[in-house]
Antibody, heavy 119, light 107 residues
Framework: QVQLVQSGAEVKKPGASVKVSCKAS????????INWVRQATGQGLEWMGW????????GYVQKFQGRVTMTRNTSISTAYMELSSLRSDDTAVYYC????????????WGQGTLVTVSS | DIQMTQSPSTLSASVGDRVTITCRASQSVSSWLAWYQQKPGKAPKLLMY???SLEGGVPSRFSGSGSGTEFTLTISSLQPDDFATYYC?????????FGQGTKVEIK
């Protein structure tokens, strides 16, 4: 069965960077786009962007342009999301999510990674 | 960006009640709308896509309707496992956006 397993919680200082991993299993990694969605505590869901594991092509929401980088290592079926110049309002749970069809809804999700930004 | 507005923000209901959640888009999203259920500390779970298509394994008490700018998610008979927060998401126009959520709590 499809599984997305994310790396553990992180605590970072303002201005630092964080890199969250998402290891995929149960399907052919290169077949489906990996997306990243974040959720601040008690808040709603915010889509950040996508990555095609086959080509490495990416697309980022304008809000995160210049601060987010989505990459992958196909040999270990793992996607990464790196967010730089962290601010306190980047404190959130970050999810990877899989688009399995033509359309951008998300049938599979990782368990989430809490990133806390605090001095 | 398209703004998705859900109502109500919180809904108090009892087991067995019929529950309806509304999601309105700031411009037409055709039928490109998904619904998710999220429980505390868990990832969202896909319930519906294309406004009214039930994801595999989701109980038939869940149904969706609507097109254009107004959509509803209905739970025909609320069960204990259904107390959760529900989100709509449009995927008609980039960047994809979510509603702010509707929390269904026990009355």
């Amino acid at each position: 069965q499809v599984q997305l397993v994310q790396s553990g919680a992180e605590v970072k200082k303002p201005g630092a960077s964080v890199k969250v991993s998402c290891k995929a299993s149960g399907y052919t990694f290169s077949n489906f786009d990996i997306n990243w969605v974040r959720q601040a505590t008690g808040q709603g869901l915010e889509w950040m962007g996508w990555m095609n594991p086959n080509s490495g092509n990416t697309g980022y929401v304008q809000k995160f342009q210049g601060r987010v980088t989505m990459t992958r290592n196909t040999s270990i079926s793992t996607a990464y999301m790196e967010l730089s110049s962290l601010r306190s309002d980047d404190t959130a749970v970050y999810y990877c999510a899989l688009r399995v069809g033509t359309y951008y809804y998300f049938a599979y999700w990782g368990q989430g990674t809490l990133v806390t930004v605090s001095s | 960006d398209i703004q998705m507005t859900q109502s109500p923000s919180t809904l108090s209901a009892s087991v067995g009640d019929r529950v309806t959640i509304t999601c309105r888009a700031s411009q037409s999203v055709s039928s490109w709308l998904a619904w998710y259920q999220q429980k505390p500390g868990k990832a969202p779970k896909l319930l519906m896509y294309k406004a009214s298509s039930l994801e595999g394994g989701v109980p038939s008490r869940f149904s969706g309707s609507g097109s254009g700018t107004e959509f509803t998610l209905t739970i025909s008979s609320l069960q204990p496992d259904d107390f959760a927060t529900y989100y709509c998401q449009e995927y008609n126009s980039y960047p994809w956006t979510f509603g702010q959520g509707t929390k269904v709590e026990i009355k």
